[in-house]
């Protein structure tokens, strides 16, 4: 039914009809349709209007309050930004490796603008079902809540959930086809994956989380942005990768000659995970802010909130400023520890080691029971609140197993045989393990340090017969409980 038109209606003359705008087909815009993002790492992005639909809801613009590295920032001062620039990135790259492949592929892939449409949006959506402070409420807070939490909750999924929930809510206009691909492309590298939805066009769920091998544009953008942020160096180039890609027999594969490149891409992960996110201080910060949030949880109801996507979304890092602010005598111990953060009155870091490899395949993770146990002295007895235990794991993506040999390379674009590379045909200055597991110990109050470091150094004795550790425990903190 078309809108009236007064200005249409002269004396003696019916009244016209103005048609309502003809709806845009998806995937389907000019450049006026689209909206400029100036982003200090990848430049000027587009967004198009439905990608514009869902950056203006109050669950997108709630990524805002969602710092990218947690409470990294705290180590690492620059260490600010946060999932909505990420996001806004991913969507960038994702559009990137579209275009490219299109480009090069377009006709031979069947690649139209569904497509193009469908993982942009994927990349754009990908990471809004994370939790404050991101991974540490998904893999600290939430199985310390409800140990069975690991198996049945994953940001993931809950992005697949909230995506149900904003469409609903804000009336986007989206077909339910290309919806259910966009979720499943998002799930494609958890455990809530299926393959159902993948009958054709495969490669396609492998652009923003990818499941087969590892590498996406998701890495690619995290890797580049938190490196900058922490003011590190990174000789990794997505844009090689970007460039070189090409699908054979329903798989991405890489040019032979960008080996290394894709090496790089695992081990600067590698690298980042061991000196930025698993750094000693982070991962003591984040013991003490996983306490406070448990102290919380049965007057906030936090992880409630994790099983209702209306109600998730109004989670995000502000969580602490709520509860420093609340004039609750229930949440007295909550302040208590964030208090002690703020004056960085941390865990005391006693000592770490790394599992030797021949004992990886059947470890499990040390718990603060173990150093209890594991006491000999009766000077001071330990309980198991004194301590706190963090289970490092760093690897290439894939576990034990090397990422790389899941990756598959060509030698020429006019090739169209695939293969896979061993490490031993490009050097053999690579490492043969792909995986470290470290253990790192702390003691919740200064004077404990000296127990809690000898009672760690009897678990290694008697696990290995050895002292795995680096180094003793330093004479100063011994002498601190002293002085």
């Known amino acids: 039914m078309g809108e009236y038109c007064a200005a249409a209606a002269a004396e003696g003359e019916p009244a016209l009809a103005v048609p309502p705008p003809a709806r845009r087909a998806y995937g389907e815009y000019d450049g006026c349709s689209t909206k400029q993002v100036f982003d200090n790492l990848h430049g000027n992005i587009s967004l198009d209007p439905l990608a514009c639909a869902f950056v203006d809801t109050e669950e997108f613009q709630r990524l805002r309050d969602l710092k990218q590295l947690g409470l990294t920032y705290l180590v690492y001062p620059g260490a600010v930004h946060t999932r909505f620039e990420h996001s806004l990135g991913v969507y960038q790259l994702a559009g990137e490796a579209m275009n490219n492949l299109k480009m090069n592929q377009g006709k031979e892939l069947g690649i139209d603008r569904f497509d193009v449409q469908t993982v942009k949006l994927a990349g754009l959506l990908h990471d809004i079902g994370h939790g404050p402070f991101s991974h540490l409420f998904e893999h600290e807070f939430l199985p310390r809540v409800d140990p069975g939490a690991t198996s049945k909750w994953s940001h993931e999924h809950m992005s697949a959930l909230l995506l149900d929930s904003i469409v609903d809510k804000h009336g986007i206009d989206i077909e339910p086809d290309y919806l259910k691909i966009v979720k499943e492309m998002i799930v494609a590298s958890s455990k809530f994956s299926t393959k159902e939805g993948a009958k054709e066009k495969h490669f396609l769920y492998d652009i923003v989380a990818n499941g087969r091998n ?51 891409l695992f081990t600067t992960r590698a690298d980042l995970h061991r000196t930025v996110y698993t750094h000693a201080k982070v991962k003591a910060v984040e013991l003490m802010l996983v306490d406070a949030l448990l102290e919380a949880n049965d007057y906030l109801g936090i992880a409630l909130h994790a099983e ?73 007895l330990l309980n198991e609140e004194d301590v706190a235990v963090s289970n490092v794991k760093i690897d290439l993506t894939r576990g034990r ?31 043969a393990c792909n995986q470290d597991r470290i253990v790192r110990v702390y003691a919740k109050k200064p004077e404990l340090v000296e127990a809690v470091s000898e009672a760690f150094e009897n678990l290694q004795l008697r696990m290995y017969g ?13 002498r601190s409980r002293s002085d």
């Not at 580049?224 to 054979?248: E, K």
């Not at 870091?349 to 173990?370: M, R």
């Not at 040999?405 to 050097?427: L, M, N, Q, W, Y």
């Not at 050895?466 to 011994?478: F, G």
Request: glycine share 4%.
């Open 308 to 380: 209702d996507p209306e109600e998730f979304w109004k989670l995000d890092d502000t969580i602490v400023k709520r509860i420093e602010s609340a004039p609750n005598d229930e949440l007295k111990k909550a302040k208590e520890i964030i208090q002690r953060i703020r004056r960085r009155e941390l865990y005391k870091f006693c000592n770490q080691y790394s599992v030797p490899k021949d004992k990886l395949e059947h470890f499990k993770d040390i718990t603060a029971q173990d150093i209890v146990c594991s006491q000999k002295s009766s000077k001071v």
């Open 401 to 431: 197993d090397n990422p790389l040999e899941s990756v598959k390379f060509f030698k020429d674009s006019g090739c169209e045989e695939k293969f896979a590379i061993t490490d031993d045909r490009v050097s053999h200055l690579l490492p």
């Open 214 to 264: 590892g590498i996406d544009v998701d890495k690619f953008d995290y890797i580049d942005r938190d490196s900058r942020a922490c003011g590190l160096g990174s000789n990794f180039q997505h844009w090689r990768l970007l460039q070189g890609m090409r699908v054979i027999g329903d798989e991405i594969c890489y040019p032979a000659k960008d080996y290394l490149s894709v090496h790089k």
């Open 466 to 478: 050895e002292k795995t550790q680096v180094h003793d425990t330093p004479k100063k903190k011994k």
